[in-house]
């Protein structure tokens, strides 16, 4: 169990359909990440918050956005639902923006888009 | 942008032999980091080593070990008395020290080890 939280595990939905992800990092963790994993795109970054701010953003549609919270989850939104956004997100935490530090990685969320 | 390539897709080990997979990147930065991730059955991923490119000393954790090659831009895993629950999808991942990169991580495409009895 790396400490990181993320619900619902699975997800199954419609197309055009908007749904919300979320992750809670480990205690004392400042920053979360965002990865999608799928069969046509392998692992890519999506996006990093840090202590609530943008940090860093990958190649995350115009669909979906993200946000962190004062207490420092995340959500991850994925509005007009297609079938290639069927995938598994990942969340990840780490203690710091731009450091060595380990990315813990959460159990993922499936995301199913029929 | 850097890119990470993988060119086994998949691997097979007898039980208690060694293995390595390989990974090459391309990046024209410097100071950078490099990180190997194992994924089960189960999807998590888990940090199985890492290594500092100014280091030129091999990351080694147990029966796990890399072999860094800066100029060649090379990084392969090597797995020593391969064990059944070695069994996974690896990924190699790159993770530049720019501050304005921030912390992300470049995958390749994995490479999945089946570990025979």
């Known amino acids: 169990d790396s400490g990181v939280t993320q619900t619902p595990k699975h997800l199954i939905t419609a197309t055009g359909q908007r749904v919300t992800l979320r992750c809670s990092p480990r205690s004392g963790d400042l920053s979360v990440y965002w990865y999608q994993q799928s069969l046509d795109q392998g692992l890519q970054f999506l996006i990093q918050?840090?202590?609530?701010?943008?940090?860093a953003k990958g190649n995350i549609l115009e669909r979906f956005s993200a946000q962190q919270f004062p207490d420092l989850h995340s959500e991850l939104n994925l509005s007009s639902l297609e079938l290639g956004d069927s995938a598994l997100y990942f969340c990840?935490?780490?203690?710091?923006?731009?450091?060595?530090?380990?990315?813990?990685f959460g159990p993922g969320t499936r995301l199913t888009v029929l | 942008a850097q890119t990470v390539t993988q060119s086994q897709p998949e691997m097979s080990v007898q039980e208690a032999e060694t293995v390595t997979l390989s990974c090459t990147y391309d990046t024209s930065e410097s100071d950078y980091y490099l990180f190997w991730y194992k994924q089960p059955p189960s999807r998590q991923m888990i940090l199985v080593i890492r290594?500092?490119?100014?280091?030129?000393q091999n990351a080694t954790e147990n029966r796990f070990s890399v072999n860094f090659q800066k100029a060649a831009k090379s990084f392969s895993l090597k797995i020593s008395d391969s064990q059944l629950g070695d069994a996974a999808m690896y990924f190699c991942a790159y993770r530049s020290a720019r501050e304005t990169s921030g912390s992300r991580l470049t995958f390749g495409e994995g490479t999945q080890l089946t570990v025979n009895p």
């Open positions: 990840a935490s780490s203690v710091e923006a731009n450091s060595y530090n380990e990315q813990f």
């Open positions: 918050y840090y202590n609530g701010e943008e940090r």
């Open positions: 290594q500092e490119a100014y280091k030129q």
